[in-house]
């Protein structure tokens, strides 16, 4: 069974960093574009950040300069790294991963989720 197991949320005070992580077991995690998303009370799930497989990074308009992005392939872990915090950040964010195989169509997974929040 597929597992992608999000940490590092947590209340943070706004200008504070956080350092999310996203552990992935049972995927040849190299082959995946992985992402992160957030959601906020009564709103929808928004992406955040992506890195492709090969390493391209892409990111909302909203934490352009602020979050960064990356994959260690070695671990199986995709990691956000959040600078400069701001209320309207506080979400769940979610870890996401995808791929589209020949045989299979679209492989898609996503973890539990971790709370943001940011607060002074």
């Known amino acids: 069974q597929v597992q992608l197991v999000e940490s590092g949320g947590g209340l943070v005070q706004p200008g504070g960093s956080l350092r999310l992580s996203c552990a992935a077991s049972?995927?040849?995690?190299?082959?995946?574009?992985m992402g992160w998303y957030h959601q906020a009370p009564g709103k929808q799930r928004e992406l955040v950040a992506v890195?492709?497989?090969?390493?391209?990074?892409n990111y909302a308009d909203s934490v352009k300069g602020r979050f960064t992005i990356s994959r260690d392939n070695a671990k199986n872990t995709v990691y956000l790294q959040m600078n400069s915090l701001k209320p309207e950040d506080t979400a769940v964010y979610y870890c996401n991963a995808v791929r589209y195989s020949v045989s299979r169509g679209r492989l898609d997974y996503w973890g539990q989720g971790t709370q943001v929040t940011v607060s002074s």
């Open positions: 049972r995927i040849t995690f190299s082959l995946y574009d």
């Open positions: 890195i492709t497989s090969g390493g391209s990074t």
